[in-house]
């Protein structure tokens, strides 16, 4: 049976993916999105069930409230281990980690994609991220600019419905035009934020020859809050809620469980962009775990996506299908992308497929402040030190950014439980003295998270192996991965300006460093660090300048196959420092674009 042909066939339907076609969609061009997950998850209905599975979890990590699909697996933290070399085949969780370091990021594969437990945080890069060989002598340049991307940043915050403000996020050289303001006015900032704003002002730190400014900014935040009336020349803007449940989730109700689930979906998810590229003409196809690029040696044009299609998660059956267009899109995820590239021969050209795998290192420090500051309400952070993000110091070192965290020190103690504990153990106490004393610890509480600035490096990869299969008999991940002295020299800068702030404020330093079960565990001039991953997958298909040295072009097209475009944050040829989602989201704009100029 001769199955449809459409204008554009899509793997992966997340943030990219919805994206895509939507806006094809828009155009009236028939759009086919091949999904590995079920598409239980787009009812009101299934998102309670993970929002009660988030409930009933012990361990409240990214992907707790979703159920893990054998036959699309996905990587969980609770599954990290220290690599051993050379893994066994029955190696626990979805990744084969080689190491030396973990990788230790995950994401979920299900309808709507990582969105469902991201932080929400919507930044743009600054423009020297996008020429760091040419500025700074280190990584790559992109080969499209800041100026570029810029239109597409604002589409991308029109979709997201970004809340922030434009005065506060005009630093290092980031630009607006006249008159733009953000869908929706920034997220009030905590109790916490507050403290840091006022105990900061007038704070710099030198490195080399220069002294740089230590700013708390509020964060650009993909969630409802206030609609400003003046977006979008007067129109105003309408926050979306609930998916199949729109009067629920219009403002952000402070839950502060933003990851791993927001339990009234105020923030956003892909599932909204991806409901209105349904309405429209795109076709979903769920429970297709796409197998294979089909490519005609001949023209080197793709020809189709070969796919399983499976009935029961819990079953190794399926039927094989191929779905076939005139434009292909991959955008299943950095490594998901990769994999599918490097099992089906595609993209050879420059042997970059899956190489250049970055994350951002993720390093925690934590103290006391002097008087409580209400941690544990809110976002999970709504203001960041964002000035320290470019300079100089990055011919020789990591830029980095940090967190505020509005959550004590949940997540490098499992505080509060762990304080409760200690306090009976240790100091015996029970009763209103028990409950005093939590309150007066956990009241207290501060951390900073800092994103580690990581560059691209051809050995930190994604391969593939037939002795690592998965139940359907997919390839699962095999990574090589390690940090790099310029990133761990980031880290010690991190640490030393943190220690700074901490003088500064009053707080009492508790950090401490150790080899943690399932952490990556580094060493910079005789001082350890533990860090985690950011869940931040980014490389392994970047953009470049020619097919000798990227994967993809400026027009997001994969140089060896003309009707083939690769889109996600796999394309972005440098990880810089910010969080990669608005990025991924303004590329899919321009490729979707692009796609359309193809089809005419």
Same mark, same amino acid.
């Given at each position: 049976?001769?199955?449809?042909?459409?204008?554009?066939?899509?793997?992966?339907?997340?943030?990219?993916?919805?994206?895509?076609?939507?806006?094809?969609?828009?155009?009236?061009?028939?759009?086919?999105?091949?999904?590995?997950?079920?598409?239980?998850?787009?009812?009101?209905?299934?998102?309670?069930?993970?929002?009660?599975?988030?409930?009933?979890?012990?361990?409240?990590?990214?992907?707790?409230?979703?159920?893990?699909?054998?036959?699309?697996?996905?990587?969980?933290?609770?599954?990290?281990?220290?690599?051993?070399?050379?893994?066994?085949?029955?190696?626990?969780?979805?990744?084969?980690?080689?190491?030396?370091?973990?990788?230790?990021?995950?994401?979920?594969?299900?309808?709507?994609?990582?969105?469902?437990?991201?932080?929400?945080?919507?930044?743009?890069?600054?423009?020297?991220?996008?020429?760091?060989?040419?500025?700074?002598?280190?990584?790559?340049?992109?080969?499209?600019?800041?100026?570029?991307?810029?239109?597409?940043?604002?589409?991308?915050?029109?979709?997201?419905?970004?809340?922030?403000?434009?005065?506060?996020?005009?630093?290092?050289?980031?630009?607006?035009?006249?008159?733009?303001?953000?869908?929706?006015?920034?997220?009030?900032?905590?109790?916490?934020?507050?403290?840091?704003?006022?105990?900061?002002?007038?704070?710099?730190?030198?490195?080399?020859?220069?002294?740089?400014?230590?700013?708390?900014?509020?964060?650009?935040?993909?969630?409802?809050?206030?609609?400003?009336?003046?977006?979008?020349?007067?129109?105003?803007?309408?926050?979306?809620?609930?998916?199949?449940?729109?009067?629920?989730?219009?403002?952000?109700?402070?839950?502060?469980?933003?990851?791993?689930?927001?339990?009234?979906?105020?923030?956003?998810?892909?599932?909204?962009?991806?409901?209105?590229?349904?309405?429209?003409?795109?076709?979903?196809?769920?429970?297709?775990?796409?197998?294979?690029?089909?490519?005609?040696?001949?023209?080197?044009?793709?020809?189709?996506?070969?796919?399983?299609?499976?009935?029961?998660?819990?079953?190794?059956?399926?039927?094989?299908?191929?779905?076939?267009?005139?434009?292909?899109?991959?955008?299943?995820?950095?490594?998901?992308?990769?994999?599918?590239?490097?099992?089906?021969?595609?993209?050879?050209?420059?042997?970059?497929?899956?190489?250049?795998?970055?994350?951002?290192?993720?390093?925690?420090?934590?103290?006391?402040?002097?008087?409580?500051?209400?941690?544990?309400?809110?976002?999970?952070?709504?203001?960041?030190?964002?000035?320290?993000?470019?300079?100089?110091?990055?011919?020789?070192?990591?830029?980095?950014?940090?967190?505020?965290?509005?959550?004590?020190?949940?997540?490098?103690?499992?505080?509060?439980?762990?304080?409760?504990?200690?306090?009976?153990?240790?100091?015996?106490?029970?009763?209103?003295?028990?409950?005093?004393?939590?309150?007066?610890?956990?009241?207290?509480?501060?951390?900073?998270?800092?994103?580690?600035?990581?560059?691209?490096?051809?050995?930190?990869?994604?391969?593939?192996?037939?002795?690592?299969?998965?139940?359907?008999?997919?390839?699962?991940?095999?990574?090589?991965?390690?940090?790099?002295? $310029?990133?761990? %020299? @980031?880290?010690?800068?991190?640490? +030393?300006?943190?220690? =700074?702030?901490?003088? *500064? &404020? !009053?707080?009492?330093?508790?950090?401490?460093?150790?080899?943690?079960?399932?952490?990556?565990?580094?060493? $910079?001039?005789? %001082? @350890?660090?533990?860090?985690?991953? +950011?869940?931040?997958? =980014?490389?392994?298909? *970047? &953009? !470049?300048?020619?097919?000798?040295?990227?994967?993809?072009?400026?027009?997001?097209?994969?140089?060896?196959?003309?009707?083939?475009?690769?889109?996600?944050?796999?394309?972005?040829?440098?990880?810089?420092?910010?969080?990669?989602?608005?990025?991924?989201?303004?590329?899919?704009?321009?490729?979707?674009?692009?796609?359309?100029?193809?089809?005419?």
């Amino acid at each position: 049976m001769t199955e449809p042909r459409y204008d554009v066939v899509i793997v992966g339907a997340g943030l990219a993916g919805s994206i895509l076609a939507k806006v094809l969609g828009k155009a009236r061009k028939r759009v086919l999105l091949l999904e590995a997950a079920s598409a239980a998850g787009l009812d009101p209905a299934t998102y309670r069930s993970y929002v009660q599975q988030f409930y009933l979890a012990l361990a409240k990590v990214p992907n707790s409230p979703y159920p893990n699909n054998p036959d699309a697996p996905s990587p969980n933290v609770l599954d990290i281990q220290t690599p051993i070399v050379p893994p066994t085949p029955d190696t626990a969780g979805y990744f084969v980690q080689r190491g030396p370091q973990p990788f230790g990021s995950d994401y979920t594969r299900t309808v709507g994609g990582t969105t469902l437990h991201w932080f929400g945080h919507s930044f743009r890069m600054v423009p020297n991220d996008f020429k760091m060989r040419s500025t700074y002598g280190v990584g790559v340049d992109w080969p499209i600019s800041y100026q570029d991307l810029e239109p597409y940043y604002r589409k991308a915050e029109g979709e997201i419905g970004v809340a922030a403000d434009v005065e506060d996020q005009k630093y290092l050289g980031i630009t607006f035009p006249d008159g733009y303001v953000y869908p929706m006015f920034k997220i009030p900032q905590s109790f916490v934020d507050q403290k840091f704003v006022e105990g900061l002002k007038g704070m710099t730190v030198r490195f080399g020859e220069r002294d740089y400014e230590v700013r708390a900014i509020s964060t650009p935040q993909g969630r409802n809050g206030m609609p400003n009336p003046s977006y979008d020349g007067g129109k105003g803007y309408t926050p979306r809620g609930a998916v199949g449940d729109p009067y629920t989730g219009q403002r952000c109700e402070g839950n502060a469980s933003c990851i791993p689930i927001c339990p009234v979906q105020a923030k956003y998810n892909a599932r909204k962009t991806l409901a209105d590229a349904l309405d429209l003409r795109a076709e979903l196809v769920t429970q297709a775990v796409a197998s294979k690029i089909e490519i005609d040696p001949a023209s080197g044009r793709v020809k189709g996506i070969s796919y399983k299609r499976y009935n029961d998660p819990k079953s190794k059956e399926y039927t094989t299908h191929t779905a076939r267009g005139a434009i292909y899109v991959i955008a299943a995820h950095s490594i998901e992308s990769a994999k599918l590239l490097l099992a089906s021969g595609a993209v050879k050209s420059s042997g970059e497929v899956g190489r250049n795998l970055m994350d951002h290192p993720f390093i925690s420090t934590w103290g006391l402040a002097p008087e409580p500051v209400g941690a544990f309400r809110g976002p999970g952070s709504s203001t960041g030190i964002e000035t320290l993000r470019d300079g100089e110091f990055r011919r020789e070192r990591a830029a980095f950014r940090a967190d505020i965290d509005n959550w004590g020190w949940g997540f490098v103690t499992n505080s509060p439980y762990s304080d409760v504990t200690a306090l009976v153990n240790q100091n015996n106490l029970f009763g209103p003295e028990l409950r005093r004393r939590v309150g007066d610890i956990v009241s207290s509480q501060v951390r900073l998270g800092f994103l580690i600035e990581q560059l691209p490096e051809s050995t930190n990869r994604v391969t593939i192996d037939p002795a690592y299969l998965d139940q359907l008999g997919n390839y699962r991940p095999i990574i090589d991965y390690d940090v790099s002295g $310029y990133s761990r %020299a @980031g880290m010690a800068a991190a640490k +030393a300006v943190s220690d =700074l702030i901490y003088q *500064r &404020m !009053g707080v009492e330093d508790h950090t401490e460093y150790d080899a943690w079960p399932g952490w990556g565990y580094v060493t $910079y001039q005789n %001082a @350890g660090y533990t860090f985690t991953g +950011a869940g931040h997958f =980014l490389g392994t298909h *970047r &953009m !470049g300048f020619t097919k000798a040295d990227s994967v993809v072009d400026r027009r997001l097209r994969s140089w060896d196959h003309e009707n083939l475009y690769l889109v996600g944050c796999g394309s972005m040829p440098t990880a810089a420092t910010s969080n990669p989602s608005l990025t991924m989201a303004a590329l899919s704009f321009l490729a979707a674009e692009n796609i359309l100029k193809a089809l005419r």
